[in-house]
Protein backbone atom coordinates (compact mmCIF):
# COMPACT_ATOMS: atom_id res chain seq x y z
CA UNK A 1 0.00 0.00 0.00
CA UNK A 2 0.89 3.45 -1.01
CA UNK A 3 2.72 5.23 1.83
CA UNK A 4 0.08 8.20 2.78
CA UNK A 5 1.00 11.81 4.47
CA UNK A 6 -1.04 11.95 6.85
CA UNK A 7 -3.34 9.27 9.01
CA UNK A 8 -6.11 10.33 11.03
CA UNK A 9 -7.66 8.11 13.82
CA UNK A 10 -11.20 8.82 14.44
CA UNK A 11 -14.15 10.35 12.85
CA UNK A 12 -15.25 12.87 14.83
CA UNK A 13 -15.09 16.49 14.44
CA UNK A 14 -11.72 16.91 15.59
CA UNK A 15 -10.75 13.97 13.20
CA UNK A 16 -12.54 14.61 9.73
CA UNK A 17 -11.98 18.37 10.28
CA UNK A 18 -8.33 17.66 9.99
CA UNK A 19 -8.57 15.36 7.24
CA UNK A 20 -10.77 17.93 4.83
CA UNK A 21 -8.21 20.81 6.07
CA UNK A 22 -5.05 18.58 5.18
CA UNK A 23 -7.26 17.18 1.57
CA UNK A 24 -6.86 21.42 1.04
CA UNK A 25 -3.30 21.36 1.39
CA UNK A 26 -3.09 18.71 -1.17
CA UNK A 27 -2.32 15.81 1.09
CA UNK A 28 -2.85 11.91 0.70
CA UNK A 29 -4.84 11.17 3.95
CA UNK A 30 -6.52 8.46 5.60
CA UNK A 31 -9.18 8.21 8.42
CA UNK A 32 -9.89 5.35 10.78
CA UNK A 33 -13.01 5.32 11.84
CA UNK A 34 -14.07 2.22 14.21
CA UNK A 35 -17.67 3.42 14.31
CA UNK A 36 -19.78 5.82 12.76
CA UNK A 37 -18.48 9.20 10.88
CA UNK A 38 -19.24 12.09 13.08
CA UNK A 39 -18.12 11.09 16.29
CA UNK A 40 -19.67 11.49 19.42
CA UNK A 41 -20.98 15.44 18.37
CA UNK A 42 -23.08 14.18 15.31
CA UNK A 43 -24.20 10.63 16.38
CA UNK A 44 -24.12 10.89 20.34
CA UNK A 45 -23.70 14.38 21.59
CA UNK A 46 -24.78 17.66 20.40
CA UNK A 47 -26.70 17.16 17.69
CA UNK A 48 -29.04 14.59 19.07
CA UNK A 49 -29.57 16.65 22.37
CA UNK A 50 -30.25 19.26 20.23
CA UNK A 51 -32.66 17.41 17.66
CA UNK A 52 -34.68 16.24 20.56
CA UNK A 53 -34.53 19.66 22.98
CA UNK A 54 -36.28 21.90 19.31
CA UNK A 55 -39.01 19.12 19.99
CA UNK A 56 -39.39 19.50 24.01
CA UNK A 57 -38.60 23.43 23.85
CA UNK A 58 -41.28 23.18 20.98
CA UNK A 59 -44.04 21.27 23.46
CA UNK A 60 -43.10 23.86 26.24
CA UNK A 61 -44.46 26.59 23.58
CA UNK A 62 -47.20 24.30 22.44
CA UNK A 63 -48.50 24.67 26.34
CA UNK A 64 -48.66 28.51 25.95
CA UNK A 65 -50.23 28.63 22.66
CA UNK A 66 -53.44 30.15 24.81
CA UNK A 67 -51.45 33.41 25.18
CA UNK A 68 -50.33 33.66 21.42
CA UNK A 69 -54.49 33.30 20.39
CA UNK A 70 -53.68 30.01 19.42
CA UNK A 71 -55.85 27.07 20.66
CA UNK A 72 -54.31 24.05 21.29
CA UNK A 73 -55.58 22.19 24.14
CA UNK A 74 -54.62 18.72 22.96
CA UNK A 75 -50.97 18.65 23.11
CA UNK A 76 -48.86 15.72 23.33
CA UNK A 77 -45.34 14.28 22.98
CA UNK A 78 -44.73 11.06 21.48
CA UNK A 79 -40.81 10.42 22.48
CA UNK A 80 -40.65 7.56 20.05
CA UNK A 81 -41.39 9.68 17.51
CA UNK A 82 -39.08 12.19 18.59
CA UNK A 83 -36.15 9.99 18.73
CA UNK A 84 -37.41 8.63 15.37
CA UNK A 85 -36.69 11.93 14.14
CA UNK A 86 -33.28 12.90 15.89
CA UNK A 87 -32.16 9.65 14.37
CA UNK A 88 -33.18 11.18 10.79
CA UNK A 89 -31.69 14.48 11.60
CA UNK A 90 -28.22 12.47 12.49
CA UNK A 91 -28.38 10.14 9.71
CA UNK A 92 -28.27 13.03 7.00
CA UNK A 93 -25.60 15.02 9.05
CA UNK A 94 -23.55 11.36 9.27
CA UNK A 95 -24.24 10.48 5.26
CA UNK A 96 -22.87 14.71 4.83
CA UNK A 97 -19.62 14.03 5.99
CA UNK A 98 -19.68 10.51 3.93
CA UNK A 99 -20.11 12.80 0.81
CA UNK A 100 -17.98 15.39 2.39
CA UNK A 101 -14.85 12.87 2.97
CA UNK A 102 -15.50 11.60 -0.51
CA UNK A 103 -15.32 14.60 -2.88
CA UNK A 104 -12.06 15.69 -0.86
CA UNK A 105 -10.69 12.30 -1.91
CA UNK A 106 -10.04 11.09 1.68
CA UNK A 107 -9.47 7.06 2.02
CA UNK A 108 -11.98 6.32 4.70
CA UNK A 109 -11.23 2.87 6.71
CA UNK A 110 -14.06 1.31 9.15
CA UNK A 111 -12.38 -0.66 11.60
CA UNK A 112 -10.44 0.23 15.41
CA UNK A 113 -7.39 1.40 14.40
CA UNK A 114 -3.96 0.42 16.89
CA UNK A 115 -1.13 2.36 16.48
CA UNK A 116 1.84 -0.35 16.57
CA UNK A 117 4.37 2.75 16.07
CA UNK A 118 4.75 6.31 15.03
CA UNK A 119 3.49 5.98 11.02
CA UNK A 120 2.28 2.34 11.27
CA UNK A 121 -1.58 1.53 12.62
CA UNK A 122 -3.05 -1.82 12.22
CA UNK A 123 -7.08 -1.84 11.31
CA UNK A 124 -7.58 -6.02 11.75
CA UNK A 125 -5.01 -7.50 8.66
CA UNK A 126 -4.37 -4.29 7.16
CA UNK A 127 -1.10 -1.94 7.90
CA UNK A 128 -1.66 1.83 7.32
CA UNK A 129 2.09 3.59 6.95
CA UNK A 130 1.99 7.43 7.03
CA UNK A 131 4.88 10.52 7.49
CA UNK A 132 2.31 11.70 10.00
CA UNK A 133 -0.37 10.44 12.43
CA UNK A 134 -3.15 12.78 14.26
CA UNK A 135 -4.44 11.65 17.11
CA UNK A 136 -8.52 12.01 17.15
CA UNK A 137 -9.91 9.28 19.00
CA UNK A 138 -12.62 11.93 21.48
CA UNK A 139 -14.03 10.63 24.82
CA UNK A 140 -16.59 8.00 26.50
CA UNK A 141 -18.65 8.68 29.37
CA UNK A 142 -17.66 8.60 32.56
CA UNK A 143 -18.64 6.47 35.63
CA UNK A 144 -18.54 6.37 39.71
CA UNK A 145 -16.06 4.01 40.97
CA UNK A 146 -18.27 0.15 41.12
CA UNK A 147 -20.73 1.23 38.80
CA UNK A 148 -21.28 0.00 35.40
CA UNK A 149 -24.05 1.38 32.73
CA UNK A 150 -26.65 -1.03 32.66
CA UNK A 151 -28.71 0.16 30.08
CA UNK A 152 -31.71 -0.08 33.04
CA UNK A 153 -30.61 1.55 36.62
CA UNK A 154 -27.70 3.72 35.60
CA UNK A 155 -27.41 4.97 32.36
CA UNK A 156 -24.95 7.71 30.68
CA UNK A 157 -25.79 10.01 27.99
CA UNK A 158 -25.81 7.83 25.31
CA UNK A 159 -28.02 6.17 26.59
CA UNK A 160 -30.85 8.66 27.18
CA UNK A 161 -31.06 9.58 23.35
CA UNK A 162 -31.90 6.33 22.43
CA UNK A 163 -35.67 5.76 22.68
CA UNK A 164 -36.80 4.08 26.15
CA UNK A 165 -40.42 5.33 28.02
CA UNK A 166 -40.13 8.36 30.04
CA UNK A 167 -39.55 7.48 33.56
CA UNK A 168 -41.38 8.86 36.45
CA UNK A 169 -38.21 9.81 38.52
CA UNK A 170 -34.89 10.36 37.23
CA UNK A 171 -30.94 10.98 39.15
CA UNK A 172 -28.95 13.15 37.69
CA UNK A 173 -25.50 12.99 39.30
CA UNK A 174 -23.24 15.59 37.80
CA UNK A 175 -24.90 19.49 37.21
CA UNK A 176 -22.52 19.86 34.04
CA UNK A 177 -23.68 21.26 31.09
CA UNK A 178 -24.52 16.86 29.82
CA UNK A 179 -26.78 17.02 33.13
CA UNK A 180 -28.35 20.11 32.63
CA UNK A 181 -28.99 19.67 29.27
CA UNK A 182 -30.95 16.27 30.25
CA UNK A 183 -32.57 18.14 33.07
CA UNK A 184 -34.73 20.21 31.04
CA UNK A 185 -35.18 17.52 28.22
CA UNK A 186 -36.68 15.74 30.72
CA UNK A 187 -38.78 18.25 32.85
CA UNK A 188 -40.42 19.00 29.83
CA UNK A 189 -41.54 15.24 29.20
CA UNK A 190 -43.05 15.48 32.91
CA UNK A 191 -40.00 13.64 34.76
CA UNK A 192 -39.74 14.46 38.53
CA UNK A 193 -36.11 15.19 38.35
CA UNK A 194 -33.04 15.46 41.21
CA UNK A 195 -29.93 16.89 39.82
CA UNK A 196 -27.11 15.77 42.47
CA UNK A 197 -23.99 18.04 42.65
CA UNK A 198 -21.14 17.49 44.26
CA UNK A 199 -19.47 20.76 44.07
CA UNK A 200 -20.40 24.25 45.39
CA UNK A 201 -22.38 24.95 42.21
CA UNK A 202 -23.69 23.43 39.07
CA UNK A 203 -22.91 24.83 35.75
CA UNK A 204 -18.83 25.06 36.36
CA UNK A 205 -17.08 27.76 34.11
CA UNK A 206 -20.19 29.58 34.15
CA UNK A 207 -21.04 33.70 35.11
CA UNK A 208 -22.36 33.17 38.72
CA UNK A 209 -25.26 35.18 38.37
CA UNK A 210 -26.26 32.99 34.98
CA UNK A 211 -26.29 30.21 37.48
CA UNK A 212 -28.08 32.10 40.04
CA UNK A 213 -31.31 32.80 37.73
CA UNK A 214 -31.02 29.36 35.99
CA UNK A 215 -31.28 27.56 39.08
CA UNK A 216 -34.52 30.16 39.78
CA UNK A 217 -35.66 28.80 36.55
CA UNK A 218 -35.12 24.76 37.25
CA UNK A 219 -36.83 25.29 41.07
CA UNK A 220 -40.16 26.85 38.56
CA UNK A 221 -39.70 23.76 36.19
CA UNK A 222 -39.70 21.44 39.73
CA UNK A 223 -36.01 20.38 38.85
CA UNK A 224 -35.05 19.74 42.10
CA UNK A 225 -31.51 20.74 42.27
CA UNK A 226 -28.88 19.73 45.19
CA UNK A 227 -25.44 20.65 45.15
CA UNK A 228 -22.35 20.27 47.60
CA UNK A 229 -23.90 16.72 47.34
CA UNK A 230 -22.42 13.63 46.59
CA UNK A 231 -25.13 11.01 45.64
CA UNK A 232 -24.81 7.45 47.48
CA UNK A 233 -26.02 5.38 44.53
CA UNK A 234 -26.69 2.56 47.00
CA UNK A 235 -30.09 5.02 48.05
CA UNK A 236 -30.99 5.33 44.55
CA UNK A 237 -34.40 4.43 43.31
CA UNK A 238 -35.55 4.86 39.83
CA UNK A 239 -33.02 5.52 37.16
CA UNK A 240 -29.89 7.42 37.51
CA UNK A 241 -28.15 9.19 34.97
CA UNK A 242 -24.60 9.54 35.32
CA UNK A 243 -22.92 13.07 33.73
CA UNK A 244 -19.99 13.42 35.91
CA UNK A 245 -18.01 14.43 32.81
CA UNK A 246 -15.92 12.14 29.92
CA UNK A 247 -12.66 10.17 29.58
CA UNK A 248 -10.33 10.46 26.88
CA UNK A 249 -10.36 7.40 24.94
CA UNK A 250 -6.89 6.22 25.23
CA UNK A 251 -7.16 2.49 23.93
CA UNK A 252 -5.56 1.93 20.77
CA UNK A 253 -2.51 4.32 21.59
CA UNK A 254 -1.19 3.04 23.93
CA UNK A 255 2.42 1.76 22.31
CA UNK A 256 2.90 5.53 21.83
CA UNK A 257 3.72 5.95 25.63
CA UNK A 258 2.61 9.42 25.00
CA UNK A 259 3.73 12.00 27.69
CA UNK A 260 -0.07 12.33 29.66
CA UNK A 261 -1.42 15.50 31.32
CA UNK A 262 -3.76 13.91 34.40
CA UNK A 263 -5.92 12.05 31.82
CA UNK A 264 -5.59 13.28 28.38
CA UNK A 265 -2.91 13.81 26.06
CA UNK A 266 -0.37 16.37 26.60
CA UNK A 267 0.24 18.78 23.68
CA UNK A 268 1.80 21.99 22.77
CA UNK A 269 0.08 24.83 21.60
CA UNK A 270 0.79 23.70 17.95
CA UNK A 271 -1.14 20.60 18.68
CA UNK A 272 2.02 18.01 19.23
CA UNK A 273 2.26 15.33 21.53
CA UNK A 274 5.97 14.47 22.69
CA UNK A 275 6.67 11.71 20.01
CA UNK A 276 7.92 14.06 16.95
CA UNK A 277 5.44 13.80 13.73
CA UNK A 278 2.45 12.63 16.06
CA UNK A 279 -0.22 15.37 16.79
CA UNK A 280 -2.91 14.99 19.09
CA UNK A 281 -7.12 16.80 18.95
CA UNK A 282 -10.40 17.02 20.03
CA UNK A 283 -11.43 15.50 23.90
CA UNK A 284 -8.42 13.46 23.44
CA UNK A 285 -6.60 16.14 24.88
CA UNK A 286 -9.11 19.23 25.13
CA UNK A 287 -8.99 21.28 28.20
CA UNK A 288 -12.58 22.45 27.00
CA UNK A 289 -14.39 19.32 25.95
CA UNK A 290 -16.38 21.01 22.82
CA UNK A 291 -17.37 20.26 19.11
CA UNK A 292 -15.39 23.30 18.10
CA UNK A 293 -12.48 23.22 20.38
CA UNK A 294 -12.06 19.54 18.46
CA UNK A 295 -12.70 21.70 14.54
CA UNK A 296 -10.14 24.52 15.57
CA UNK A 297 -7.64 22.12 16.74
CA UNK A 298 -7.88 19.57 13.62
CA UNK A 299 -7.31 22.39 10.88
CA UNK A 300 -4.46 23.86 13.94
CA UNK A 301 -3.00 20.00 13.42
CA UNK A 302 -3.48 19.20 9.78
CA UNK A 303 -1.43 22.74 8.52
CA UNK A 304 0.99 22.05 11.16
CA UNK A 305 1.73 18.44 10.28
CA UNK A 306 2.14 20.25 6.51
CA UNK A 307 4.76 22.70 7.53
CA UNK A 308 2.49 25.27 9.01
CA UNK A 309 3.18 26.64 12.30
CA UNK A 310 0.09 27.98 13.71
CA UNK A 311 -0.51 27.58 17.47
CA UNK A 312 -4.29 26.98 19.94
CA UNK A 313 -5.35 28.95 22.64
CA UNK A 314 -7.92 28.32 24.96
CA UNK A 315 -8.14 32.19 25.87
CA UNK A 316 -11.66 32.75 23.55
CA UNK A 317 -13.36 29.52 23.47
CA UNK A 318 -17.52 30.53 23.58
CA UNK A 319 -20.00 27.85 24.30
CA UNK A 320 -23.82 27.65 24.57
CA UNK A 321 -25.91 25.66 27.00
CA UNK A 322 -29.67 24.57 25.69
CA UNK A 323 -31.33 25.56 28.77
CA UNK A 324 -35.10 27.74 28.21
CA UNK A 325 -33.96 30.10 28.44
CA UNK A 326 -30.59 29.85 26.46
CA UNK A 327 -26.76 30.05 27.55
CA UNK A 328 -24.39 31.36 25.47
CA UNK A 329 -20.68 33.01 27.11
CA UNK A 330 -17.45 34.36 25.65
CA UNK A 331 -14.62 35.20 27.93
CA UNK A 332 -14.03 36.14 31.45
CA UNK A 333 -16.64 35.63 33.82
CA UNK A 334 -17.41 38.66 36.01
CA UNK A 335 -15.35 36.86 39.01
CA UNK A 336 -12.34 35.84 37.12
CA UNK A 337 -12.80 39.49 35.33
CA UNK A 338 -12.21 40.89 39.16
CA UNK A 339 -9.43 38.95 39.79
CA UNK A 340 -7.71 39.67 37.06
CA UNK A 341 -8.19 43.05 36.89
CA UNK A 342 -8.41 46.22 39.83
CA UNK A 343 -11.27 47.84 38.09
CA UNK A 344 -13.71 46.52 35.69
CA UNK A 345 -16.80 48.07 34.47
CA UNK A 346 -19.88 45.82 33.96
CA UNK A 347 -23.62 47.15 31.82
CA UNK A 348 -26.36 44.66 31.33
CA UNK A 349 -29.41 44.95 29.78
CA UNK A 350 -32.91 42.92 30.25
CA UNK A 351 -34.94 41.11 27.38
CA UNK A 352 -37.87 42.48 29.57
CA UNK A 353 -37.07 46.00 27.90
CA UNK A 354 -36.62 44.94 24.11
CA UNK A 355 -38.96 45.21 21.33
CA UNK A 356 -38.22 42.11 19.77
CA UNK A 357 -38.58 40.21 23.18
CA UNK A 358 -41.92 40.78 24.09
CA UNK A 359 -43.42 40.27 20.30
CA UNK A 360 -42.14 36.55 20.76
CA UNK A 361 -42.94 36.13 24.24
CA UNK A 362 -39.57 35.53 25.14
CA UNK A 363 -38.74 38.07 27.68
CA UNK A 364 -36.88 36.21 30.31
CA UNK A 365 -33.21 36.85 31.10
CA UNK A 366 -30.19 39.38 30.40
CA UNK A 367 -26.95 40.23 28.59
CA UNK A 368 -24.03 40.98 30.60
CA UNK A 369 -21.09 43.21 28.90
CA UNK A 370 -18.28 43.12 31.47
CA UNK A 371 -14.99 45.30 30.32
CA UNK A 372 -11.78 45.96 31.91
CA UNK A 373 -10.48 49.55 33.02
CA UNK A 374 -9.61 50.82 29.37
CA UNK A 375 -13.26 49.46 28.23
CA UNK A 376 -11.31 46.54 26.47
CA UNK A 377 -14.37 44.24 26.13
CA UNK A 378 -13.45 40.93 28.10
CA UNK A 379 -16.16 39.15 28.67
CA UNK A 380 -20.14 38.84 27.88
CA UNK A 381 -22.53 36.16 28.99
CA UNK A 382 -26.72 36.23 27.91
CA UNK A 383 -29.27 34.83 29.48
CA UNK A 384 -32.01 34.72 27.04
CA UNK A 385 -33.69 33.78 23.41
CA UNK A 386 -31.15 32.52 21.08
CA UNK A 387 -28.31 33.00 22.97
CA UNK A 388 -26.35 30.63 21.83
CA UNK A 389 -26.40 32.51 18.22
CA UNK A 390 -25.74 35.93 19.65
CA UNK A 391 -22.50 34.87 21.26
CA UNK A 392 -21.36 34.89 17.71
CA UNK A 393 -21.06 38.54 17.60
CA UNK A 394 -20.32 39.13 21.19
CA UNK A 395 -17.16 36.39 20.21
CA UNK A 396 -15.88 38.63 17.56
CA UNK A 397 -15.64 41.29 20.11
CA UNK A 398 -13.99 39.57 22.71
CA UNK A 399 -11.56 37.58 19.96
CA UNK A 400 -10.61 41.35 18.83
CA UNK A 401 -9.91 43.40 21.68
CA UNK A 402 -13.04 45.29 20.72
CA UNK A 403 -13.59 48.23 23.05
CA UNK A 404 -17.09 48.64 24.46
CA UNK A 405 -17.46 52.00 22.19
CA UNK A 406 -16.93 49.97 19.02
CA UNK A 407 -20.00 47.72 20.22
CA UNK A 408 -21.93 50.33 21.12
CA UNK A 409 -21.89 52.42 18.21
CA UNK A 410 -22.43 49.67 15.85
CA UNK A 411 -25.92 49.90 15.29
CA UNK A 412 -28.29 46.35 14.76
CA UNK A 413 -31.36 45.87 12.80
CA UNK A 414 -34.74 46.44 14.61
CA UNK A 415 -36.14 44.84 15.85
CA UNK A 416 -33.83 41.75 16.67
CA UNK A 417 -31.97 40.47 19.81
CA UNK A 418 -28.94 41.75 18.80
CA UNK A 419 -29.78 45.27 19.74
CA UNK A 420 -30.21 43.89 23.44
CA UNK A 421 -26.11 43.19 23.27
CA UNK A 422 -25.76 47.19 22.02
CA UNK A 423 -27.71 48.28 24.89
CA UNK A 424 -25.41 46.19 27.36
CA UNK A 425 -22.36 47.80 25.54
CA UNK A 426 -24.01 51.17 25.99
CA UNK A 427 -24.81 50.36 29.43
CA UNK A 428 -21.01 50.12 30.67
CA UNK A 429 -21.12 53.73 29.28
CA UNK A 430 -23.92 54.46 30.95
CA UNK A 431 -25.60 55.24 27.73
CA UNK A 432 -28.61 53.20 27.33
CA UNK A 433 -31.49 53.68 25.68
CA UNK A 434 -34.35 51.79 26.08
CA UNK A 435 -33.51 51.54 30.78
CA UNK A 436 -32.36 53.67 33.61
CA UNK A 437 -28.73 53.58 33.36
P1 LIG B 1 -15.36 12.25 19.22
O1 LIG B 1 -16.46 13.04 18.69
O2 LIG B 1 -15.58 11.45 20.46
O3 LIG B 1 -14.87 11.30 18.05
C1 LIG B 1 -13.89 10.35 18.23
C2 LIG B 1 -14.08 9.26 17.21
O4 LIG B 1 -12.95 8.39 17.25
C3 LIG B 1 -15.29 8.40 17.44
O5 LIG B 1 -16.08 8.34 16.30
C4 LIG B 1 -14.72 7.01 17.79
O6 LIG B 1 -15.52 5.95 17.32
C5 LIG B 1 -13.39 7.04 17.06
N1 LIG B 1 -12.36 6.17 17.63
C6 LIG B 1 -11.94 6.10 18.92
N2 LIG B 1 -10.93 5.21 19.04
C7 LIG B 1 -10.72 4.71 17.81
C8 LIG B 1 -9.81 3.75 17.27
N3 LIG B 1 -8.90 3.15 18.05
N4 LIG B 1 -9.87 3.46 15.96
C9 LIG B 1 -10.77 4.08 15.14
N5 LIG B 1 -11.65 4.99 15.59
C10 LIG B 1 -11.61 5.31 16.90
N6 LIG B 1 -19.91 20.06 22.27
C11 LIG B 1 -20.26 21.30 21.81
O7 LIG B 1 -19.39 22.03 21.35
N7 LIG B 1 -21.56 21.72 21.84
C12 LIG B 1 -22.55 20.96 22.36
O8 LIG B 1 -23.71 21.39 22.37
C13 LIG B 1 -22.22 19.66 22.85
N8 LIG B 1 -23.18 18.85 23.35
C14 LIG B 1 -22.83 17.60 23.79
C15 LIG B 1 -23.82 16.79 24.34
C16 LIG B 1 -23.51 15.54 24.81
C17 LIG B 1 -24.60 14.66 25.39
C18 LIG B 1 -22.16 15.06 24.72
C19 LIG B 1 -21.80 13.68 25.21
C20 LIG B 1 -21.18 15.85 24.18
C21 LIG B 1 -21.48 17.14 23.73
N9 LIG B 1 -20.51 17.98 23.20
C22 LIG B 1 -20.85 19.24 22.78
C23 LIG B 1 -19.08 17.58 23.15
C24 LIG B 1 -18.67 17.12 21.75
O9 LIG B 1 -19.51 16.09 21.31
C25 LIG B 1 -17.22 16.66 21.76
O10 LIG B 1 -16.42 17.69 22.32
C26 LIG B 1 -16.70 16.33 20.37
O11 LIG B 1 -17.46 15.30 19.79
C27 LIG B 1 -15.23 15.89 20.44
O12 LIG B 1 -14.78 15.57 19.17
P2 LIG B 1 -13.56 14.54 18.96
O13 LIG B 1 -13.35 14.45 17.49
O14 LIG B 1 -12.43 14.91 19.81
O15 LIG B 1 -14.07 13.14 19.53
Known amino acids: MEKYDIAILGGGPGGYIAAIRAAQLG ?3 VLI ?31 KAESFGISANKTAIDLKKVIDRKNEVVKKLVKGIDFLLRKNKIDVIFGTGKVLEAGKVE ?53 GVIGIHFAQIYSALGTEITVYEALPEILAGVDEEIVGEVK ?32 P ?11 MEKRSVWVNEKMETSVSGIYAVGDLVSKKMLAHVAYEQGVIAAENALGGSRTFSYDCVPFGIYTHPEIGAVGMTEKEARE ?23 IEGFIKVISDENNRIVGV ?26 LAETFQSHPTYPEGLQEAALNVLKRSLHIIN
Do not use: W
Open 249 to 259: NLIGIEALNLK
Open 340 to 362: KYQNIKIGKFPFIALGIAKAMGE
Open 123 to 175: IGKLIVESRKLILATGSSPASLPGINFDKDNFLCSDDLLEYRPIPEKLNIIGG
Open 381 to 406: HILGPEATDQIGMATIAVKNGLKVEQ
Open 27 to 29: AKV
Open 216 to 247: KILKRKKVNVLTGTNFDPAKSSGKTLISIGRT
Open 33 to 63: EKDKLGGTCINRGCIPTKAIIACTNLYEKMQ
